[in-house]
């Protein structure tokens, strides 16, 4: 008995080889290393039954290898289960990896992961496996006779690509914490992909929960507003802090105590979540930003907390991108940045590309800067003046 582990939705650009697992890139009719032409007709044949929304065979997707064995090769149901850790972590890869606000960018959901375990010996038939709520059933197909269509919200994702530095440094840190500890950063990790499918059939308030728990289990929080906010913006510092008193979103009551804007934020995202949690769909409480800006900005600060936890740990060093995106979270979160800026260039220009590119420019400016100065004297760097730092706008 062969089997086959894929992810027919998950057009890689790459191989990836971290630890026991490789993501392999499948590409139909093209050969791949330590494969005969027998064991490829009968991938090709498997895969054919995963289609487009056009109806044809899908040209590109993801294998599965596990380290020494083949890609066919039957695995044990503990190595299965360290392919099932590893997607997990695979997808957060590239879900970190996403720019938003450009059309043309890097962009992937968590249903392009979706692993599928096929067992075979001619690879003219399958075993389907369905849930019930009491169980589950199995039926029996022909290849010929069955077809497996692409979920329509990632069929116009042409490439995925992973985070690879991040990839390695949360399979080493999987590898290096005990049981406990793990089971929280995986239970985040999890529960962020839930939250990131872009389909339809998931509501923003279950993923609104999804998201306050991912926050909740990687900061180790009570499930408590105010303790999430605070071990949130403990942990993740911008060189710059925007105290919410200079705020121009928040209102007057938010503007006293002297607290970051990003933990406001956070503390008015999971007070909220306690009514999607208790069933309502409506929530009548205050808020300053709405739904979908909420969504947005706890989906850009998770992969950030991530980073930064593992960076504190010195298992992942902050890239110029990252601590970008660190500098400019809490400007950001003071626009309204769904929206256009007034005076947009084109279609590319957006709010969160503006604080992006400033923020990188000013970390270049001074990694030069300091560079400059350690090649002078110490009078030298005093007459130095240091390079005005560049606006967003």
């Not at 692409?150 to 999987?174: E, F, G, M």
């Not at 999804?210 to 999430?228: M, N, P, R, T, Y």
């Not at 270049?364 to 009078?379: G, H």
Request: contains cysteine; neutral net charge.
């Amino acid at each position: 008995m062969s089997m086959l582990l894929f992810m027919p939705w998950c057009p890689i650009d790459k191989e990836y080889e971290v630890g026991e697992i490789t993501i392999l890139p499948f590409t139909r009719h093209i050969a791949i290393n330590g494969l005969d032409e027998a064991a490829l007709c009968k991938i090709n044949a498997i895969m054919a039954t995963y289609r487009g929304i056009d109806g044809k065979p899908i040209q590109k997707a993801s294998l599965i290898r596990y380290r020494g064995k083949s890609p066919i090769e039957k695995l044990t149901d503990d190595e299965i289960e360290i392919v099932q850790d590893f997607a997990v972590i695979a997808c957060f890869a590239g879900l970190a990896n996403r720019e938003y606000f450009n059309k043309s960018g890097r962009y992937c959901n968590s249903d392009c992961f979706s692993l599928y375990i096929q067992k075979f010996e001619k690879a003219d038939s399958t075993t389907l496996t369905v849930r019930r709520r009491e169980g589950r059933t199995l039926s029996n197909w022909a290849l010929d006779n069955i077809t497996i269509t692409i979920p329509i919200h990632c069929h116009t994702i042409q490439k995925v690509y992973l985070d690879s530095a991040l990839l390695k440094a949360l399979w080493d840190h999987r590898a290096q914490l005990n049981n406990d500890d793990w089971g929280r950063w995986q239970n985040a990790i999890s529960c962020f992909n839930q939250a990131n499918t872009d389909s339809d059939n998931i509501r923003h308030q279950v993923e609104w929960v999804l998201l306050c728990s991912a926050f909740e289990h990687i900061l180790g929080a009570k499930s408590d507003a105010k303790d999430v906010a605070c071990k949130f913006a403990e942990a993740l510092v911008p060189s710059r802090e925007l105290l919410a008193k200079d705020a121009v979103r928040l209102s007057g009551q938010q503007k006293n105590g002297g607290k970051s804007l990003r933990y406001e934020w956070m503390r008015e995202f999971y007070r909220i979540r306690g009514d999607f949690a208790h069933g309502k769909m409506v929530s009548q409480q205050p808020a300053t930003w709405n739904p979908l800006e909420h969504l947005v900005l706890a989906t850009l600060a998770f992969p950030l907390l991530v980073k930064s936890l593992l960076s504190k740990a010195s298992k992942y060093k902050l890239t110029d991108y990252d601590q970008a995106q660190l500098e400019s979270f809490e400007e950001f979160a003071n626009l309204d940045f769904l929206h256009p800026p007034p005076d947009q260039r084109n279609s590319l220009d957006s709010h969160w590309k503006r604080l992006l590119d400033a923020s990188r420019w000013n970390i270049a400016s001074q990694r030069a800067l300091n560079q400059a100065k350690e090649s002078l004297t110490p009078d030298q760097q005093g007459d130095l003046e240091e390079k005005p730092e560049k606006d967003a706008h």
